[in-house]
């Protein structure tokens, strides 16, 4: 589902790139352009483990830092070059004792807005939170839609207007779509406006889940964690942030055919618009059109990624690790 003011239009099918791939220390190149991105001597490297799932980083340029989040733990960690990875918030989703229903406690998706507050989706409260670094002060900016409390919102993004994308699956929710808790009765990806308005935008898919940006802000991707459909979709959006076409941006049918690890989850983009999309084999590194340059693999699923400030270093959530590799800057 559209909003109401626009038109869906049909998916367009992308060619599969047909250029031979090399693998070298974590990256596979499937065309020169990636090297414009990644050096070929870049390497992955682990920088912190021991997580029960690493979610949802976010560089905080202000702080010099990288906030990410373990949902399961209900636990904000705080990565700095100095002293590595170490608990931040804890709890730093659901601040009462968990009930059963809950899978997922902690915060998920972060994103920092334009003050340097972190902006969250918070699984466990079922709500997008605000929370200030400083003082750890948090207050629910949305929990209802129609009024009706969200299933368990997953990941999002600021656009440069204020407004908030976000996505509301049912991960949170021990129970999944068969959860007592739910309240809607679709998965959604919704814009909220910057006087609180929530907009439900695309109601039509069973996973919807990482959330980015166009550096213009006209274009909206989103990932479908879903085996039936994995697949990254890119919406055009109009002068008012509203969607009015949407199309396929990458299948990656073929790389879940091929059992590699993961599925379509977080998304980022760079200030250039390449794409930085995890899914079946790591993060999958495309150009503005779609093609598929190359692709980072940590070996295990990759949940999210995010780029530092000076867009130098990709920074992973890998399964039970927190990984980096280096970038070309700008």
Known sequence: MIARRTALAGLASLPVAAVAATRTSGVTRIDPGLDRIIAPSAKVERLASGF????????????????????????????????????????????TPVPPEIREAGLNGLAIDAAGALIAADSGTRAIVRIDIASGQRRIVADRYQGKR?????????????????????????EGDASPLREL???????????????LLDGDHRRPNGVALSPDGRTLYLALSDEKQPEVLAYALDADGLPTQRRLFRDMRPELARGLPGLPDGIKVDVHGHVFATGPGGVHVCAPDGTLLGMVSTGKAIANCAIDQEGARLFLTSADQLAVIGLRRA
């Not at 202000?62 to 918030?89: H, V």
């Not at 969200?150 to 991960?171: E, K, M």
């Not at 009765?185 to 907009?199: K, N, Q, W």
Request: charged share 20%; glycine share 8%.
């Open 52 to 95: 029960r799932w690493a979610e949802g980083p976010v560089w905080a340029a202000q702080d010099k830092c990288l906030f990410f989040n373990d949902p399961p733990s209900n636990i904000l960690y705080r990565w700095r070059a100095e002293d590595g990875a170490k608990p931040f918030l804890s709890p730093s989703g659901l601040q």
């Open 185 to 199: 009765a679709h998965c959604g990806l919704y814009r909220m406006s910057p006087d609180g308005e929530v907009t």
């Open 150 to 174: 969200f299933n368990s919102p997953n990941d999002l993004c600021i656009a440069a207007t204020g407004a908030i994308y976000f996505t509301d699956p049912t991960y949170g929710l021990r």
